[in-house]
């Protein structure tokens, strides 16, 4: 047998025990490229973006000074923490958006008056709903409502409540007609009436006695719209498209003996009450039952009618 030689396999050892130490080196060069993020991209590059891209600043929401000057002009810099500007002073609370700055929202936490103005679209307002315009529809059709110079409901004033604080008075009349009044006089025609706060407050002494029906230049010193018979009706809007949360109070005025006492009773003025969604079309509206078939009852005042207040429940409006 002739002998194998040993140098072939001593060569081949030596070479592997060569290139060991030279893969080493290269995974020990990975290594720190890996750490100074170079090549691995994938575990420092732009993916993490959260630790350096982001502004994490804190935005400042602390409310102004009580009594802080301002203008609705020079607001953004006058009142901190996003709050508005009456026109005088900042607010240092809110109710809903018309306090705070564009841009920012009030959150008003569930049961309390008041709440923080916070920045950006931070979602609806608790208890937000989309209903936004009150209709007024007459349900008058007695003689003793019908037969005289103001004949059926006699609308003053429609008012927002919140946790018995005035929001905001009806500014708008978004559309109405006049119910029949069998051929009597009505001396009160102008709609316009309806809208801002209260005007037929008592004006004796006692304060009882209300300013209706004073003589003005031979008419009617005109502080309410009368609506005449179940034909009348009228839909009105509030100031900064405002929109009813669920518990908001709505009231409304119309004269009657509870209200004033020189009117008098057993007028049977009686009307329904209700309401709509903000994106209703107004031209639709021609009669009562169209607006009926639109608008969802919340409610009626009492059988001869007067102030009437009703509390708004949403889930009475699916």
Known sequence: MRAISLLPALLLFAACSETTPVRNNREEEDSTLSDTGAADTGGSGAADSGGSGADTTPVDTTPPAANTPCTVDTVATDCSGGYGCDGTVCYVECRDELDCQEGSTCLVPEGARYGACQPGETGPVPGETD???????????SQTSLLNRHPGPDIDAVEIRRDGATLAFAEIVQGQRRGAYLGSENATLDFSSITGPVDSMPIDAAGQDCAVDQPETGTAF??????????????????????????????????GPTW??????????????????????????????????????IGASGPNGDVTTISFDPAACP
């Open 260 to 297: 004033c006492a020189n009117e008098p009773s057993g007028a049977n003025d009686s009307y329904d009450l209700l309401v709509a969604k903000f994106d209703i079309s107004f031209s639709s509206f021609r009669s009562a039952a169209s607006v009926r078939a639109a608008f969802c009852p």
């Open 131 to 141: 209903y936004a315009f009150v209709a007024i529809l007459s349900t008058a059709s």
């Open 222 to 255: 005109q502080t309410y719209w009368s609506m005449g018979d179940d034909g009348g009706w009228a839909i009105v809007s509030f100031p900064g498209d405002y929109r009813f949360r669920a518990g908001d109070e709505l009231k409304v005025w119309e004269i």
